[in-house]
């Protein structure tokens, strides 16, 4: 297949099911050993020889059960299933309860203190947007993970490996990163996202710290880019996370710099920015610039 045709693929996968609740049962591929249910959000598969990792659950159990149905689809003769999360929003952790037992979920410890300080406050919050996320949110269970790990844990899945990654406080506090090689395809999260203005949750990261962990994320150097709540591409997308990081946080300074308040720079640099960058299909970076502002 050539790379047009599947990037068409994914436009149209993605314009269907960005802001669907539940998951379809169809996995396109995004490298070599990954796959991705294209959905709210999208879930990452990696497959082995030996083991399948999946990345982040849907929400609530039904959606966790299609996607570990999705992975065994892909590779029936792999007895283990790993599964870890990029962050402790429930629709990124709160369907674990679908997965099969025996399921090994992994994620970083920063993660996982979130998870218990805010988790069920989160479940409760996104139930009460709507009935259909009431039900599926209703038997939501919060699984202990069976490992946790500082800053990096290596799978061996057989004949590919993902690195989990913790690099810092972006979106989130415990943003989790997963690099797969030989790949060198980088399941993202929030933290590299394809022209979406990014957002951090209450108190998560900072915009110095969310450039810190893109550093780190540069010297990866990926080929290819799976975020969680936008289209794949390649690994330009870092750079263009960071540049826009930087170029609005230097012009919000700017504005900061001449007394001038968040609220009215966020209208500013929302205009502005729409002539910057035109393709980006939302610029609400009123988040972002009280973010900025209040570092
Ligand atoms: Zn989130
Ligand atoms: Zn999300």
Known sequence: MTKLL?????????VSAQNQPLLGENAVKVSDNVWAIMGFPNIGI?????????VDTGLGSRNGATAARVAAKLAPGNQKLFLTTTHFHPEHAAGAGGFPAGTIL????????????????????????????????ADASLRTPDITFDTELKLDLGGVTARLLWF???????????????????????????????????????????????DKVMALNALHVLP????????????????????????????????????????????????????????????????????
């Open 6 to 14: 599947l990037l068409a693929g994914f436009a149209a996968a993605m």
């Open 46 to 54: 990696i497959v082995g020889n030996r083991a399948t990792l999946v």
């Open 106 to 137: 992994i994620r970083d410890s920063v993660q996982q203190q979130e998870m218990e300080q805010h988790g069920q406050e989160m479940v409760e919050m996104f139930a009460s947007r709507s009935a259909q996320q009431k039900e599926l949110l």
């Open 168 to 214: 810092g406080g972006a979106h989130t506090k415990g943003d989790e990163l997963t690099f797969v090689e030989p790949d060198r395809t980088l399941i993202s999260g929030d933290v590299v996202q394809n022209k979406v203005v990014p957002n951090i949750f209450r108190e998560g990261g900072t915009p110095s710290s969310w450039l810190a962990v893109l």
């Open 228 to 295: 969680d709540h936008s289209a794949p591409g390649d690994g330009s997308m870092v750079a263009q996370e960071k540049g826009f990081i930087s170029d609005l946080q230097h012009s919000a300074l700017e504005l900061k710099t001449r007394g001038i308040s968040a609220e009215d720079a966020a209208r500013q640099l929302g205009a502005e920015f729409k002539t910057k960058y035109p393709d980006w299909p939302n610029m609400n970076v009123a988040g972002f610039v009280r973010s900025i502002y209040s570092e």
